[in-house]
């Protein structure tokens, strides 16, 4: 083994890739969320069950990928940006996966019926939910750029404007939350009670997925904004 | 000359190459380590390019320390009747240092070469003629430079990455910002570099007025050289950064260079020093101020180093270019430049300072302007650690190596 000079020991691990690679994973993971929707839509719950096992997977690769950033990042570590804002805007995006997973868990474990006059806007809903994660995923895809620029004003801008656009999509999507729940109350009396509070309960798990993800923007805001 | 003489001049010689070696193939990181880490040479180059500028560095600029090392912290007219007592005393310096530095690098602390020579010689000073020949405004000048280095190389990197940052990454077009700037950036470089080979070179004596001048004519021409290869250059990629990065690169390989340069002319001293003091002595058998340090000593502390970088110096590099990934050439440029021009404006003052030391302060500077993804600042503790542990081991093994002498003689 070489001498290692002190110049060397000066450059620690940096989180920004690991951090790149975990928004790419958690990213994946809601995408399956369509698919997930889709079968239940038509009431496949083989294909549920399925899809449901993918998401878990890659919300425990998800996982590990953060424990593996937070294992790396002692307090002695200077970083352009807040140590702590890092560690807030990794628990967002992580919360995101494990909310995709409660949604898929929730489906697994009963198989409820879907009123007709639900299915296309809950398509819609989740087609919604997946654009506003998308839209983090592209903003913080961004990051590398502001840093390359170390944190440069124009850089800076492009990514706010990529953050507006999560807050678009998610109050989008809690528009459509609105319209479900209302629907769904509408036709209450043709589902038994159970149904309701569990298709109630699914609406909300996947309007938390869309939350988290604007939480998520937020954290990125502070991070890229000049302090 | 008696033979008992001739053999000793010979230990001392090969001690003073040993540390050259030594010296080389710790510090050849220092200039090449960001190159290296942002890919911009290969390990074979930036081992060759460093082992040739640093021989130059140290025959051409490197006799300036050499002279401060010497008479500044301990005064020699204390040893003006005891000649022999001055030689030995500098070989128990020189030897003690040595094994202080080559232990701790065994042990893999980042203890700095000049610290060891500067706490030999006061071991030896204290040792031979007592507490009175140590020249104690001298002693707190040469620790506080060592302060001072790392911190004004740190301003310097900052202020430079702050410009690079606000007038090229942060402009709408950085490549044609880079375009426009980086003529000035040339002519700054070989200004800095021109200025320390002709303003105190032992070989080139020239006066103040002309030295500037000259250094001015070069750094113009290799500005405006500079100027016309642009003007044809086309950037291949999408990407707006990749060909800021690109040019930048050539920027960061000469900084390097001027870094490498700037080593050999203040490092040499610590390998040769002391020998060229012994050999003086040993030849006239009068202990003096000032002692001309003859060019083939130089020369052969400037081999040294070249053998030290291509041989232990190339599996340093080797791990540089694992460890540090995560620099980009402007970032690399900004902190090599910085440390270049701190420790050639260090060695012209006989300020006998740790490169290593410097180029980590560049290298915060840069962190502390957003420049750097992740720093690990622990490592400024343990530097602060080797400063005060440094003189007073180096000293201590100074003063038992004397005894050991004196014992046997």
Redesign the interface.
Known sequence: M???????????????KPLHEHILKVNECVNQLKPLIEAFVDQDFKKVNEIAERISKLEHEADIIKNNIREHL?K?????VDRCDILMFLKEQDTIADRAEDLARMLEVRETKLPVELKEDVLKFTNKVIETVNALEVAAGELS?V?????????ISKVLKLIHNIDKKEWEADKLVLKLLRKLFEVENKLDPISVLHLERLIHTMDSVADHAENAGDRLRTMVARR | MSKMESTFLVIVLFIGFYKAVNIGANDVANSMGTSVGSKTLTVAKAVILAAVLNFLGATLVGSNVTDTIRKGIIDPSAFTFEPTVFMYGAFAAMLGSAIFVSTSTYLKLPVSTTHAVVGGLIGFGLITAGYSCINIDKLIAVVLSWLISPLFGGILAFLLFTCVKRWILDSPTPFESTKKILPYLVFLIFMIISLSIFLKSPNLKFSLIYAVGISISIAFGSGVICYHLLKGYKPGEIDHYVPVERLFGYLQVLSACSVAFAHGANDVANAIGLVAAVFHVAQTGSVVMEVPVPTWLLAMGGIGLAIGICTFGYRVIETVGERITEITPTRGFSAEFSAATTVLICSKLGLPISTSHTIVGSVIGVGFARGINALNLGIIKNIVLSWIVTIPIAALLTIFIYQGIQFTL
């Open positions: 070489a001498y290692i000079p002190p110049l060397v020991k000066l450059f620690g691990k940096s989180p920004f002692p002695t570590l200077f970083m352009p750029e840093i390359e620029s170390s944190f440069g004003k124009h850089e």
